[in-house]
């Protein structure tokens, strides 16, 4: 007789995948069971037919490289659990760094926040978590990574404000303490945009002109008119960015510029206090 037993058919659709894992397949049987895997190594319920034709569906996507998070639509980051769709990037342990460095350095002293091309939320729901008395804003040019902002308001129970706005564009001059952001910026010629995994990602949030520094030059910028004097701006940037960065927060007008390194020890995250004369 056929084992139709979870545990059995986990096992079978690892040995035959080349790109999946036993914990990926695993993930999906958890996803599709809607159980965790406490039940699943105590109960090894059987998987019905329909379960297991969605399985293998979700299996045969995942073996053409698409990540797992699109998969079972969700990622932890920082202290959330996000929902996340082919509209947003799913976001990356490097941006808990910025999370931590903006949580490290303001206190619970009010302060109004602006997260600029929020994707999922991920940075701007995770300091309006760990600040319920600031007010925090998330601001996307896509409409449709904005209903997943939203959608991951309510689920985790948050309130912030949502703009979609062309960057700085739909803010009004001096009004930000703290602005932080992680844009695309990858090169448009880098051969990684074609990757499995980046490939399945939305190009808007990944790609940047100007050998991928665009974006964040615009935004530098821009933020210079809508953060307070003395207000700080954080940038997410490529591991091989960095110096650019600097010297473009530098012309724009901030100071006490320090960079913060990921778990990688790559230069990742820019921080300026703005020095308006
Ligand atoms: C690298 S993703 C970051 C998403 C999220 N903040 C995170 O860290 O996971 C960049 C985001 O910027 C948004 N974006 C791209 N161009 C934009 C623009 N001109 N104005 C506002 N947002 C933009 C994209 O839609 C995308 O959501």
Request: proline fraction near 4%; hydrophobic fraction near 35%; glycine fraction near 4%.
């Given at each position: ?246 010297s473009i927060f530098k012309r724009c007008g901030f100071s006490q510029i320090r960079t913060f390194k990921d778990l990688n020890g790559d230069d990742r995250v820019c921080l300026g206090k703005l020095n308006r004369c």
């Amino acid at each position: 007789m056929d084992d139709y037993s979870a545990l059995n058919q986990i096992k079978l659709l690892t040995q035959s995948s080349i790109v999946s894992s036993q914990l990926d397949i695993e993930l999906l049987v958890l996803h599709l069971l809607e159980i965790d895997r406490n039940t699943l190594y105590r109960d090894n319920p059987p998987l019905t037919v329909e379960i297991r034709n969605k399985l293998k569906a979700l299996t045969q996507r995942r073996e053409k490289g698409e990540p797992l998070a699109y998969l079972v639509n969700n990622i932890e980051f920082w202290n959330l659990s996000l929902y996340v769709d082919q509209n947003v990037l799913v976001p990356r342990p490097e941006t808990e760094i910025l999370v931590q460095k903006v949580l490290e350095i303001f206190d619970k002293k009010k302060i109004r926040v602006l997260d600029l091309g929020t994707g999922s939320g991920a940075i701007g729901l995770s300091l309006a978590k760990e600040r319920a008395n600031w007010e925090v804003v998330c601001s996307d040019l896509s409409y449709e990574a904005l209903k997943v902002t939203s959608k991951n308001m309510t689920r985790n129970s948050i309130d912030v404000s949502l703009v979609n706005s062309n960057w700085s564009s739909a803010f009004k001059n001096e009004y930000f303490d703290v602005i932080v952001s992680n844009p695309p910026y990858i090169n448009p010629s880098d051969p990684r945009v074609y990757s499995d995994g980046l490939k399945f990602e939305p190009k808007q949030a990944l790609i940047s002109d100007s050998e991928g520094l665009y974006d964040i030059e615009r935004i530098v910028k821009e933020t210079s008119e809508i953060l307070n004097n003395a207000g700080y701006l954080f940038i997410e940037h490529g591991y091989d960015q960095s110096d650019l960065v600097v010297s473009i927060f530098k012309r724009c007008g901030f100071s006490q510029i320090r960079t913060f390194k990921d778990l990688n020890g790559d230069d990742r995250v820019c921080l300026g206090k703005l020095n308006r004369c």
